[in-house]
């Protein structure tokens, strides 16, 4: 038997006791892209093996090394002596991407193991992304991320949907940003500082295309369920979960930490300036064109390479757990989606579009003459 010191920031490991993100959370709003990340080691290193054990916010400052948040923070001679330390006490890193392996070599560190996301190995070895034929017409996009990119591309496109990670989260699901308000005219100032696309997100709303998701089977059961013919946008765990779902995704990088991903996966991408300068983006021409045989050709290698890597760090005796517990209970979150305060808000905007225009004139006269 082992025992695996986990150090986690926030309690995401109960996946059937979500009774209200307000709740759970307070009103701060969990990035889900990590808690998939996270409740992908936690699967795979799950076996009778093991014996898993957690620290969170309470845990003491003599319990762990009161200097690792600024070592990994930083960079050049800090960085260097800590990631030192962990070789010369037997540890190991693992890397997601070839990126962050020419930052270790840049130190001196050659050769360090490149595993990609433990996120995406959840599902098995035998992940097989198959692009199924769909008239323009029948043409069902998810998109995530990044809201300019994101609303742009799903125009034209009435059936698409928005899948947020956090960004909403007062508007899809606190109620406290509802119940503080003494009128209708607070709540319709408060999702206007929200709303600065010709009330696209208002519109979103009320029509049930703007989803945040509670739980990682509910994420999940909702892209395969409702049938998506592609994923499309900035955040690298959305459109992992999308894959997950047997969705093809084609991904838009905003940073290197998501490009260097993309390019070990050999995920289908496009560079971010390429999509800010072709405002009339066809995602249905992109579909078309889009190719997994790379990704299918390798996956099955990544998977047991970075299975490998556990055992040679002695994780694991033989193999990754492939029983994802995540996958396969029901959470029990009575919302799932969007709450119908925040669909009646929505439609309520809709209603009176020369009031709120009235208001953003207001909003905007006013934050001039304080200047």
């Known amino acids: 038997m082992k025992k695996i010191l986990i150090f986690k920031r926030i309690d995401i490991w109960n996946i059937t006791n979500y009774n209200s993100i307000h709740k759970k959370f307070g009103n701060i709003c969990p990035n889900f892209g990590n808690k998939l990340w996270y409740q992908g080691i936690i699967s795979e290193i799950s076996t009778p093996d093991n014996v898993l054990e957690y620290y969170d916010y309470s845990m003491n400052p003599e319990e762990i090394n009161e200097k690792l948040c600024d070592l990994c923070r930083d960079i050049g001679e800090v960085s260097k002596e800590f990631i030192t330390a962990v070789y010369e006490t037997g540890g190991h890193f693992a890397l997601r991407g070839y990126e962050t392996a020419r930052f270790f070599g840049q130190l001196g560190y050659k050769n360090p193991a490149v595993v990609g996301c433990p996120s995406l190995f959840q599902c098995g070895r035998r992940l097989n992304i198959t692009k199924k034929a769909v008239h323009k017409e029948r043409f069902k996009p998810a998109v995530n991320g990044s809201v300019d990119i994101a609303f742009d591309a799903m125009n034209g496109y009435d059936n698409s949907v928005y899948y947020d ?18 009128n209708q005219l607070k709540k319709v100032k408060k999702i206007i500082n929200y709303d600065n696309s010709d009330f696209v997100l208002s519109r979103l709303i009320s029509e049930g295309r703007i989803k945040l998701i509670a739980d990682m089977w509910d994420w999940r059961n909702s892209l395969i369920s409702e049938d998506f013919s592609m994923s499309f946008g900035t955040r690298i765990h959305g459109n992992i979960m999308a894959l997950l779902s047997g969705v093809p995704a084609i991904i838009v990088p905003l940073d290197i930490r998501v490009r260097e991903m993309a390019e070990f996966y050999e995920i289908p991408h496009i560079p971010i300036d390429d999509v800010r300068q ?61 709450n119908q305060d925040s669909i009646e808000l929505a439609r309520y905007i809709l209603k009176h579009k020369k009031l709120c225009m009235m208001i953003k004139h207001f909003s905007k006269l006013k934050n001039t003459v304080k200047r």
């Open 165 to 182: 990670q956090d960004l909403y989260a007062n508007l899809l699901y606190n109620r406290d940003y509802y119940d503080n308000c003494t």
């Open 278 to 338: 072709n405002k009339n983006l066809n995602l249905f021409d992109l579909f078309e064109k889009l190719d997994y045989t790379e990704f299918n050709k390798s996956f099955g290698e990544k998977y047991y390479a970075f299975q490998s890597f556990l055992i040679e760090c002695g994780v694991i005796e033989n193999q990754m757990n492939s029983d994802n517990v995540f996958f396969k209970h029901q959470s029990s979150f009575d919302e799932k989606f969007i």
